[in-house]
């Protein structure tokens, strides 16, 4: 990770800049840097609603598909054939298999940022939103209690797609 981190320091600061830019002056600088990670924070957050929307978005297909299967399963659909809990279990595995990837690749770019904006802060006063919080947390020595709330979102598609394994096997071994 140090080599990653020193890598992605090297990307991130613009080393012609100085040379390729009219002499600015020190406040100049800081007044740009501060409003680019005004802006990179607020895309990050931005990021984080939209991963917020799509989890909500899959959770409710996945809790339409259950109501649908337990009507199906009240009126005694499902008995008259195997086919169609077969290819619903397939799609809807195909769909958690989506959402678990759609979730990871979220993590993945809000890491990818929350990285960027370690190094961004690193000009800056303060390091409130890549070390503040995370530095209180572990001081108050509650570490050993938290569960990434990506690992938890990532939980949902799993325990689904679990469910939906099990009709699928039931509906062949019945069927």
């Given amino acids: 990770m140090p080599d990653e981190l020193e890598e992605l320091r090297s990307a991130v600061w613009n080393a012609d800049w100085a040379a390729t830019s009219p002499p600015v002056h020190q406040q100049q600088f800081h007044h ?8 990179y924070v607020e895309m990050a957050d931005r990021m ?7 989890n909500s978005f899959f959770l409710a297909v996945n809790l339409a598909a259950i109501g649908a299967v337990g009507t199906a399963v009240i009126r ?11 290819i619903a279990s397939l799609i809807l595995m195909s769909q958690c298999f989506a959402w678990f990837h759609t979730l990871r690749s979220y993590r993945m770019l809000n890491k990818a940022k929350y990285s960027v904006i ?9 390091r409130v939103y890549s ?8 001081r108050s ?10 690992t938890a979102e990532q939980m949902m598609p799993v325990i689904f797609g ?10 062949l071994r019945s069927g």
Avoid: H, N
């Fill in 32 to 39: 740009y840097l501060l409003e680019q990670y005004k802006i």
């Fill in 48 to 54: 984080s609603a939209r991963r917020a929307l799509t």
């Fill in 76 to 86: 005694d659909f499902t008995r008259q054939s195997s086919v169609i809990p077969v």
């Fill in 118 to 126: 370690e190094i961004l802060e690193e000009k800056l006063p303060a």
């Fill in 131 to 138: 070390k503040g919080e995370w530095g209180a947390y572990v």
């Fill in 141 to 150: 020595g509650k570490r050993g209690r938290y569960l990434r709330l990506t």
């Fill in 162 to 171: 679990a469910g939906y394994f099990s009709v699928l096997l039931y509906s």
